[in-house]
């Protein structure tokens, strides 16, 4: 049976290891087979052994690339690209599924690891889609090493004007230079859902009732606010974004977590 092989990177101290943990644990319980789970991260400090660490290096670009995003506003959006390194796993075979740290896994992952190959697969980003644009979003990503290292070439090439023409985001990079080289798929809506736009309620339901899952939800993100710790015990940012504590985030996340790899690490 052939291994499913999962990445994500980690830097600074935004989200602790137990993140990475439970990430890991949401991909080792849903994929068929064996699993290699990578984590690019410069502190590996409470991470589960059996995750494969990788060395966040300073890349060639930082500085060029770093004074361009400071000018975007969006500093460090686009260290994400060192994922896309050619050789950055001499052993790899097939393709990688990378998840961001603010992704929850509820559903069976092998139709997506295994979702158009050959492509650069990522699910429409739900604001651009709305505003008639083609971006991505970078929540979850599937690419092969041996067949995109385009993707970290072209901004090693150019990191100023690669910037500059993505306006900072590492999903609009990612997504519109795939979909020029004629090697992009958009994955299944209804299987990677927005924590905020598909699961919180409107008023005055989501003052009465959990946020719901989606029956076919695989993955869901939570970008922006609230993030999951928020969405656990429940928030309020306003009237619209108010959610009751949410039973099956903590059960995915967290309980399902601690009864696979134990407590220490859930």
């Given at each position: 049976m052939s291994i499913a092989n999962v990445i994500c990177i980690k830097w600074g101290d935004l989200f602790g290891p137990e993140y990475v943990n439970r990430l890991y644990s949401g991909a080792r319980r849903n994929l068929s087979g064996p699993v290699r789970f990578f984590c690019m991260t410069e502190d590996a400090d409470g991470l589960h052994p059996d995750i494969e660490v990788l060395e966040l290096a300073r890349e060639p670009y930082l500085d060029e690339m770093d004074a361009a995003l400071a000018v975007a506003?969006?500093?460090?959006a686009m260290r994400k690209v060192s994922l896309f390194r050619p050789g950055l796993i001499p052993d790899l075979d097939g393709p990688l599924l990378g998840f961001d740290l603010d992704a929850v896994i509820t559903g069976s992952l092998d139709e997506i690891l295994h979702f158009a190959p050959g492509k650069v697969a990522m699910r429409a980003d739900w604001v651009e889609?709305?505003?008639?644009?083609?971006?991505?979003?970078?929540?979850?990503?599937?690419?092969?090493?041996?067949?995109?290292?385009?993707?970290?070439?072209?901004?090693?090439?150019d990191p100023k004007g690669e910037v500059e023409r993505a306006r900072g985001s590492e999903q609009r990079y990612t997504s519109t230079l795939a979909q020029a080289k004629g090697a992009f798929a958009y994955l299944p809506p209804d299987q990677v859902v927005s924590f905020k736009h598909g699961c919180l309620r409107l008023p005055p339901m989501n003052y009465l009732a959990e946020p719901r899952l989606p029956a076919n939800a695989r993955i869901v993100c939570f970008h922006g606010r609230p993030k999951m710790s928020e969405a656990v015990e429940g928030y309020h940012g306003s009237i619209l974004r108010h959610s009751l504590p949410c039973g099956w985030l903590r059960d995915h996340w967290i309980d399902r977590t601690r009864d696979d790899l134990g407590s220490d690490w859930g």
């Amino acid at each position: 049976m052939s291994i499913a092989n999962v990445i994500c990177i980690k830097w600074g101290d935004l989200f602790g290891p137990e993140y990475v943990n439970r990430l890991y644990s949401g991909a080792r319980r849903n994929l068929s087979g064996p699993v290699r789970f990578f984590c690019m991260t410069e502190d590996a400090d409470g991470l589960h052994p059996d995750i494969e660490v990788l060395e966040l290096a300073r890349e060639p670009y930082l500085d060029e690339m770093d004074a361009a995003l400071a000018v975007a506003n969006r500093q460090g959006a686009m260290r994400k690209v060192s994922l896309f390194r050619p050789g950055l796993i001499p052993d790899l075979d097939g393709p990688l599924l990378g998840f961001d740290l603010d992704a929850v896994i509820t559903g069976s992952l092998d139709e997506i690891l295994h979702f158009a190959p050959g492509k650069v697969a990522m699910r429409a980003d739900w604001v651009e889609a709305r505003r008639g644009r083609p971006t991505g979003h970078g929540s979850v990503f599937r690419y092969d090493p041996a067949l995109h290292g385009w993707l970290y070439d072209t901004l090693a090439a150019d990191p100023k004007g690669e910037v500059e023409r993505a306006r900072g985001s590492e999903q609009r990079y990612t997504s519109t230079l795939a979909q020029a080289k004629g090697a992009f798929a958009y994955l299944p809506p209804d299987q990677v859902v927005s924590f905020k736009h598909g699961c919180l309620r409107l008023p005055p339901m989501n003052y009465l009732a959990e946020p719901r899952l989606p029956a076919n939800a695989r993955i869901v993100c939570f970008h922006g606010r609230p993030k999951m710790s928020e969405a656990v015990e429940g928030y309020h940012g306003s009237i619209l974004r108010h959610s009751l504590p949410c039973g099956w985030l903590r059960d995915h996340w967290i309980d399902r977590t601690r009864d696979d790899l134990g407590s220490d690490w859930g």
